[in-house]
């Protein structure tokens, strides 16, 4: 039972009506008039909706705060005893220097530095720490340029990720009179080193635009070099591996559109092939031709095809990888002499290299029953090497040089973890679970060789299920804090992702979005009837899509949840695809569907949204927790979610609203103030199931 009286938030009235169905909104008020200000400018929010959210903070301190302070500390510690805090990357040579971040003890932020590659002393070249100042910092990368004097940089300092790109002379180690304002963070440095091309976004905050700055000349006078005009569509750049080409990307998360300009003239865009709806595509270059992962044809779960350069256009493509059904093509390298792609086969990543001179062919894989996989090519084009990372639930990050050539791996970096860790303590183990209409869906376990698999253990089961985003078998340093205290940890592989290749994703979106949440139940049920957790002692966690997923399962069953975790939750769906003037919401369409248009999508996303299925039923204790600057899942989102639970559910189980009034989507800035999220999260785990917090394994 509570000690303190939770906030009631006022209800106000509000009604919209579409496609003659009228619906009524109280808490529709939370929603800031202002909101494009209150993402650059947090107290510029309206004083009635700030009191109501710091009333929540404040009953989430008196409740839950103040109550597991000790247990979070704990928590804490271990996750931050299980980080290397002088930790470093491993070098990426390009040219006379090799690249590397690295992290000093006690710091939050990283350190960018090179070496020469023919020795000598490290230079630092931006120290993040010294640059974040004592408030919110959100550091978005850097790019040096080819000639190896400048370096561009861009940071948020608000968590409404608008970047200020600034330029640092790394002769003399400061930055030049020049600031890029109010960018995405993107930026790619012209081949002669004169000129940054950036992306911009427009009222709503959508990246709409790229602009070439000329170094040396006011913002203003910054050329538009391409600028979309349909809001369904965002925009991004990037360059080609072989440096020939910077890439301007359209996209929807269904459609999109590559424009081409030449980086040795700075010409003007040229367009690879016309946008076609369900169409996407991606361009690499090598000796004029280009190579491009596309599902166009039918290939849904990716081919790769090339044309010339010169004429790329939709009828001179050409199948070189051709579509293999459930061998799912992720990602692709071109390098000088070979191609490198990543692909998944039954639901496991792997490696395949391309040898151009004879077309033959070499598979990288590991033989763990689940694992991660990723490669990076590094800066060089003309190489015969490239790195590749690996990890399991069980085994910490490991990062190889793999010599194409030869097929052989150098270990490079291996994870530490300083205060121990013994990968055989622990067990992985894939299982599938049976959804409602036969497919089976995959599960990743992870837990402790000594919990007893006897249906008493508690469990936290995680899920997404959103966007074609797989979540990947990887290691974690903060999972091992439940595990270590009898936790069984699952990670629930739905539809929505692409863990199955693409007909998983499309079985999970926009008609089929339903299947994600029902799959994940089942993952849960398969839990509980194969006695890896116990029927009453299961927590669920998901963020923002996955956060929805947590709304849509607490209303379905909330007899199954011993605690819902829900991070940024994405739970006023309707509302939210209804808005169109909102960031997201135009290029969301085609993921969730239209409800301002179709009357059928209407009433299916109002038949599952969160925010509008609340109904008066006992929910288990809930978790909710935002970010006031959140340009993606907007603070009033949870704020609304749980004000209308407190008013309308039949129970008094545990609800909190913790939010950020300082961060946006990603949370608190600074690893280790991340980790404070984490060890409240899984504070209300322990305490939604029951265990005291002592550690049960060593």
Same mark, same amino acid.
């Given at each position: 039972?509570?000690?303190s009286?939770?906030?009631?938030? @006022?209800?106000?009235?509000?009604?919209?009506?579409?496609?003659?169905?009228?619906?009524?909104?109280?808490?529709?008020?939370?929603?800031?008039?202002?909101?494009?200000?209150?993402?650059?400018e947090?107290?510029?929010?309206?004083?009635?909706?700030?009191?109501?959210?710091?009333a929540?903070?404040?009953?989430?301190?008196?409740?839950?705060?103040k109550? !597991?302070?000790?247990?979070?500390?704990?928590?804490?510690?271990?996750?931050?005893?299980?980080?290397?805090?002088?930790?470093s990357?491993?070098?990426?040579?390009?040219?006379?220097?090799?690249?590397?971040?690295?992290?000093?003890?006690?710091?939050?932020?990283?350190?960018?530095?090179?070496?020469?590659?023919?020795?000598?002393d490290?230079? #630092?070249?931006?120290d993040?720490?010294?640059?974040?100042? /004592?408030?919110?910092?959100?550091f978005?990368?850097?790019?040096?340029?080819?000639?190896?004097?400048?370096?561009?940089?861009?940071?948020?300092?608000?968590?409404?990720?608008?970047?200020?790109?600034?330029?640092?002379?790394?002769?003399?180690? !400061?930055?030049?009179?020049?600031?890029?304002?109010?960018?995405?963070?993107?930026?790619?440095?012209?081949?002669?080193?004169?000129?940054?091309?950036?992306?911009?976004?427009?009222?709503?905050?959508?990246?709409?635009?790229?602009?070439?700055?000329? #170094?040396?000349?006011?913002?203003?006078?910054?050329?538009?070099?391409?600028?979309?005009?349909?809001?369904?569509?965002?925009?991004?750049?990037?360059?080609t591996?072989?440096?020939?080409?910077?890439?301007?990307?359209?996209?929807?998360?269904?459609?999109?559109?590559?424009?081409?300009?030449?980086?040795?003239?700075?010409?003007?865009?040229?367009?690879?092939?016309?946008?076609?709806?369900?169409?996407?595509?991606?361009?690499?270059?090598?000796?004029?031709?280009?190579?491009?992962? &596309?599902?166009?044809?039918g290939? /849904?779960?990716?081919?790769?095809?090339?044309?010339? @350069?010169?004429?790329?256009?939709?009828?001179?493509?050409?199948?070189?990888?051709?579509?293999?059904?459930?061998?799912?093509?992720?990602?692709?390298?071109?390098?000088?002499?070979?191609?490198?792609?990543?692909?998944?086969?039954?639901?496991?990543?792997?490696?395949?290299?391309?040898?151009?001179?004879?077309?033959?062919?070499?598979?990288?894989?590991?033989?763990?029953?689940?694992y991660?996989?990723?490669?990076?090519?590094?800066?060089?084009?003309?190489? &015969?090497?490239?790195?590749?990372?690996?990890?399991?639930p069980?085994?910490?990050?490991? &990062?190889?040089?793999?010599? %194409?050539?030869?097929?052989?791996? &150098?270990?490079?970096?291996?994870?530490?973890?300083?205060?121990?860790?013994?990968?055989?303590?622990?067990?992985?183990?894939? #299982?599938?679970?049976?959804?409602?209409?036969?497919?089976?869906?995959?599960?990743?376990?992870?837990?402790?060789?000594?919990?007893?698999?006897?249906?008493?253990?508690?469990?936290l089961?995680?899920?997404?299920? @959103?966007?074609?985003?797989?979540?990947?078998?990887?290691?974690?340093t903060?999972?091992?804090?439940?595990?270590?205290r009898?936790f069984?940890?699952? !990670?629930?592989? %739905?539809?929505?992702g692409?863990?199955?290749?693409?007909?998983?994703?499309?079985?999970?979106?926009?008609?089929?979005?339903?299947?994600?949440?029902?799959?994940?139940?089942?993952?849960?049920?398969?839990? %509980?009837?194969?006695?890896?957790?116990?029927?009453?002692?299961?927590?669920?966690?998901?963020?923002s899509?996955?956060?929805?997923?947590?709304?849509?399962?607490?209303?379905?069953?909330?007899?199954?949840?011993?605690?819902?975790?829900?991070?940024?939750?994405?739970v006023?769906?309707?509302?939210?695809?209804?808005?169109?003037?909102?960031?997201?919401?135009?290029?969301?369409?085609?993921e969730?569907?239209?409800?301002?248009?179709?009357?059928?999508?209407?009433?299916? #996303?109002?038949?599952?949204?969160?925010?509008e299925?609340?109904?008066?039923?006992?929910?288990?204790?809930?978790?909710?927790?935002?970010?006031?600057?959140?340009?993606?899942?907007?603070?009033?989102?949870?704020?609304?979610?749980v004000a209308?639970?407190?008013?309308?559910?039949?129970?008094?189980?545990?609800?909190?609203?913790?939010?950020?009034?300082?961060?946006?989507?990603?949370g608190?800035?600074?690893?280790f103030?991340? %980790?404070?999220?984490?060890?409240?999260?899984?504070?209300?785990?322990l305490?939604?199931?029951?265990?005291?917090? !002592?550690?049960?394994?060593?």
């Open positions: 039972m509570p000690r009286t939770p906030p009631v938030a @006022a209800q106000k009235p509000h009604s919209t009506t579409h496609h003659n169905i009228t619906r009524q909104d109280p808490y529709h008020w939370l929603r800031a008039e202002n909101w494009q200000q209150v993402m650059q947090p107290e510029s929010l309206a004083p009635q909706i700030r009191d109501y959210l710091e929540e903070n404040a009953y989430y301190e008196a409740e839950f705060g109550p !597991t302070e000790a247990l979070r500390e704990t928590i804490y510690g271990e996750i931050r005893g299980r980080i290397k805090e002088d930790d990357g491993v070098p990426t040579p390009d040219g006379p220097w090799a690249y590397n971040s690295r992290m000093r003890t006690g710091q939050q932020y990283p350190l960018i530095v090179r070496t020469p590659r023919d020795g000598g490290e230079q #630092i070249l931006l993040c720490n010294e640059e974040a100042g /004592e408030g919110y910092f959100g978005a990368g850097a790019e040096h340029d080819f000639s190896h004097r400048f370096m561009s940089w861009a940071a948020d300092r608000a968590g409404s990720e608008y970047y200020d790109i600034a330029i640092r002379d790394l002769e003399t180690g !400061t930055d030049i009179a020049d600031v890029i304002r109010a960018t995405t963070g993107d930026s790619i440095w012209s081949n002669d080193s004169t000129a940054l091309y950036y992306t911009e976004y427009d009222e709503n905050h959508r990246p709409y635009r790229v602009r070439r700055h000329v #170094i040396g000349t006011p913002q203003a006078d910054d050329a538009i070099i391409y600028e979309e005009k349909d809001p369904g569509f965002f925009v991004g750049i990037g360059r591996q072989s440096d020939k080409f910077i890439v301007i990307d359209i996209h929807d998360h269904q459609t999109s559109e590559v424009w081409l300009i030449d980086a040795e003239t700075d010409g003007e865009p040229r367009l690879v092939a016309p946008r076609v709806e369900g169409r996407e595509y991606e361009v690499e270059e090598r000796d004029g031709l280009l190579y491009i992962r &596309t599902n166009a044809d290939a /849904e779960d990716y081919k790769i095809v090339t044309a010339p @350069a010169d004429e790329p256009s939709f009828e001179n493509w050409s199948d070189f990888v051709p579509h293999q059904p459930g061998v799912l093509i992720l990602d692709i390298g071109i390098l000088q002499r070979y191609m490198v792609r990543l692909e998944r086969n039954e639901g496991l990543p792997r490696i395949v290299v391309h040898t151009f001179e004879d077309q033959s062919e070499r598979t990288v894989r590991f033989e763990e029953e689940a991660a996989l990723g490669m990076s090519l590094g800066f060089e084009f003309d190489t &015969t090497s490239f790195h590749l990372t690996y990890s399991s069980t085994t910490p990050a490991r &990062t190889y040089a793999y010599d %194409i050539a030869t097929g052989e791996r &150098t270990l490079l970096k291996e994870q530490e973890i300083p205060s121990g860790h013994n990968p055989d303590a622990y067990v992985t183990r894939r #299982i599938f679970a049976e959804a409602p209409d036969g497919e089976m869906v995959p599960v990743t376990v992870l837990y402790h060789r000594d919990t007893p698999l006897d249906g008493t253990a508690p469990a089961l995680y899920g997404y299920g @959103a966007y074609g985003m797989a979540m990947p078998a990887a290691f974690s903060s999972v091992l804090s439940l595990v270590d009898g069984v940890h699952a !990670t629930a592989h %739905i539809r929505g692409m863990e199955k290749g693409y007909r998983w994703y499309r079985q999970g979106r926009h008609h089929h979005k339903t299947n994600t949440f029902t799959d994940f139940i089942a993952a849960a049920e398969t839990l %509980i009837a194969e006695r890896f957790a116990a029927p009453d002692k299961i927590v669920a966690q998901g963020g899509a996955g956060g929805m997923l947590m709304g849509a399962i607490a209303n379905m069953r909330p007899d199954l949840w011993a605690g819902i975790i829900a991070q940024v939750p994405f006023d769906v309707l509302n939210t695809m209804l808005d169109d003037t909102l960031p997201l919401t135009p290029p969301e369409w085609p969730w569907g239209n409800p301002l248009t179709s009357p059928d999508d209407y009433r299916r #996303i109002a038949a599952y949204a969160p925010y299925q609340v109904s008066h039923k006992d929910y288990p204790p809930i978790l909710a927790m935002a970010g006031l600057t959140d340009p993606r899942v907007t603070y009033w989102e949870p704020a609304k979610w209308r639970l407190r008013a309308t559910r039949s129970n008094d189980a545990p609800l909190y609203l913790k939010t950020n009034m300082g961060a946006g989507h990603a608190a800035s600074g690893r103030e991340r %980790i404070k999220e984490t060890a409240i999260a899984y504070a209300f785990a305490q939604s199931a029951g265990v005291d917090g !002592t550690v049960s394994a060593a």
